[in-house]
């Protein structure tokens, strides 16, 4: 409620109120806030600038903690909307299977929560989930390029710079299907994945599917 109170005094008093998408705009500045359209912009996000191409050299940086093994990138701050517990689920399913020694990779200004690394340590992962906490800009590159994917399983966002800085560093992505994500990432239609982030099943099709062509995913 704090927070609420904050954000309706600052947007209030904001000449200008800026967004990363219509669905933003239409659904919380105006629903929500009940700000004027003129006040409103939308801004399109773009890549950062300091992550190189997908062809340039990557010995520089080696991976942290000997990483090795197909694993799954979600470098996001642990905070309740991110759904990180999703992805911890959607591991214990893949590595069901048996067919991989799947790995989750956390980064994030904080340490892994506690009821997360309970959750974590029930479902016997903690061998395989790696919380890196903060990592500087060349590590995170050097975890994009050695990723099977990125993946963001998010139940709300403006945007995802994730999902945009995995593709621009050759990294195949997948994407919660919300509203804002879908259409941020309209333009690459089928060539990013979308996964239901109620549903942690729904990751291993598309694991599938990468698996079979992912030339084809890094490609786009």
């Known amino acids: 409620a704090a927070f609420k109170q904050v954000v309706d005094r600052v947007a209030t008093a904001a000449r200008i109120v800026a967004c990363m998408s219509d669905f933003i705009r239409e659904n919380d500045l105006r629903r929500t806030l009940g700000l004027p359209p003129e006040r409103i912009r939308v801004v399109p996000p773009a890549t950062p600038s300091d992550l190189r191409e997908p062809a340039a050299t990557a010995d520089d940086v080696p991976l942290p903690h000997g990483l ?128 239901d982030p109620t549903e942690p099943a729904s990751l291993a099709p598309i694991v599938d599917r990468i698996q079979a062509d992912r030339a084809g995913f890094v490609a786009a």
């Open 68 to 195: 090795a093994g197909p694993y799954l990138l979600y470098p996001a701050a642990f905070r309740p909307y991110k759904n990180h517990a999703w992805l911890v689920d959607a591991l214990a399913l893949l590595r069901g299977r048996g067919d991989a020694d799947w790995k989750v990779v956390f980064t994030g200004i904080h340490a892994c929560p506690p009821d997360l690394a309970a959750r974590i340590g029930r479902l016997g992962l903690d061998p395989h989930v790696v919380a890196l906490g903060k990592v500087s800009r060349p590590v995170l590159e050097a975890l994009y390029r050695g990723a099977f994917a990125t993946v963001v399983p998010s139940l709300y966002e403006q945007g995802s710079f994730p999902v945009m800085e995995a593709i621009h560093c050759g990294c195949p992505a997948v994407a919660a299907g919300i509203p804002s994500l879908r259409e941020q990432f309209a333009a690459l239609g089928d060539a990013l994945p979308y996964l």
